[in-house]
């Protein structure tokens, strides 16, 4: 049974999430996954795939998380140089509590992406995300984040931001 309190704490740990990826605020974001971390974005809306078998936009385990960041922090980076202006917003916020005392949480999310590189594009990003988070020291930390984007099977535009 999830507490009105881990509610809360859940919701806010989206929003945090959220907010340091639209700002670009990779060191705090990356302070939010476990070494257990899987961060997977399908090449399938359904995301009903198998990373291992088939095409995926992203799929990194931890090591490529932190590789990731580094990259995006050294400014070489050029896709994201200087790095796009983002807000997102999350909905349908669906928490399971497992019986290991871990949460499974579904959210709808908008993401509007203004690509300032070159053209200065206004792009727009929908999908669903699931985070599966657990306490970790009086904290809640992140351990997979899987990114179900609508239009996941259609030719993406530049995917080097935090989704």
């Known amino acids: 049974m999830l507490s009105d309190t881990e509610y809360r704490a859940v919701e806010a740990f989206l929003y945090t999430e959220a907010r340091l990826a639209d700002e670009a605020r990779y060191a705090e974001w990356e302070a939010l ?67 290991a005392g871990e949460f499974v949480v579904g ?12 053209r200065h594009d206004l792009r727009q990003w929908g999908g669903r995300t699931i985070h599966k988070l657990r306490w970790v020291d009086g904290q809640l930390k992140m351990f997979w984040k899987q990114v179900l984007l609508v239009n996941a099977a259609e030719p993406l535009p530049n995917l080097t931001f935090l989704i």
């Not at 090449?43 to 990373?51: K, V």
């Not at 959210?107 to 070159?118: G, I, P, Y």
């Open 33 to 99: 996954w476990e070494d257990d971390a899987i961060y997977w974005v399908p090449a399938h809306p359904s995301g009903d795939t198998d990373p291992r078998r088939q095409m995926s936009h992203i799929y990194d385990n931890r090591s490529r998380i932190a590789t990731r960041i580094k990259l995006l922090q050294s400014g070489y980076r050029y896709s994201q140089e200087p790095a796009s202006f983002m807000r997102r917003l999350i909905s349908n916020i669906e928490i399971e509590k497992t019986d």
């Open 107 to 118: 959210s709808n999310f908008l993401l509007l992406e203004l690509s300032v590189q070159a």
